[in-house]
């Protein structure tokens, strides 16, 4: 059974910094692609960072690049987003999330399991 439990979600004000953790159970960690998704109320869940099961390749939404940074460590079974200079239109729960199929080079919402998700909250 898949579980994947975030930690590090909570207030800050614009401009400051958090870090998401996502550890993940009940796969082989290192042969699955990982993303972080993020839904604001009234909005459509919406994918903001991806790293494919090497670590080789990395999407991020236009909106944080520069800003945002995904990692895993596979040793932990840990997927990270590093979120520097933080601003109110990023205030969302974030969900980790999980690909379905191992060793596919990206991640889409219509086949990863997911996390419970963690609130972010960025006060101007």
């Known amino acids: 059974q898949v579980q994947l439990v975030e930690s590090g979600g909570g207030l800050v004000q614009a401009g400051g910094s958090l870090t998401l953790s996502c550890e993940a159970s009940?796969?082989?960690?290192?042969?699955?692609?990982m993303g972080w998704f993020r839904q604001a109320p009234g909005n459509e869940r919406e994918l903001v960072a991806a790293?494919?099961?090497?670590?080789?390749?990395?999407y991020y939404a236009d909106s944080v690049k520069g800003r945002f940074t995904i990692s895993r460590d596979n040793a932990k079974n840990t997927v990270y987003l590093q979120m520097n200079s933080l601003k109110p239109e990023d205030t969302a729960v974030y969900y980790c999330?999980?690909?379905?199929?191992?060793?596919?080079?990206?991640?889409?919402?219509?086949?990863?399991?997911w996390g419970q998700g963690t609130q972010v909250t960025v006060s101007s």
């Open positions: 009940g796969r082989a960690f290192s042969r699955y692609s």
């Open positions: 790293i494919n099961w090497s670590g080789s390749r990395i």
């Open positions: 999330a999980q690909s379905q199929n191992p060793y596919s080079s990206s991640v889409s919402a219509e086949a990863v399991d």
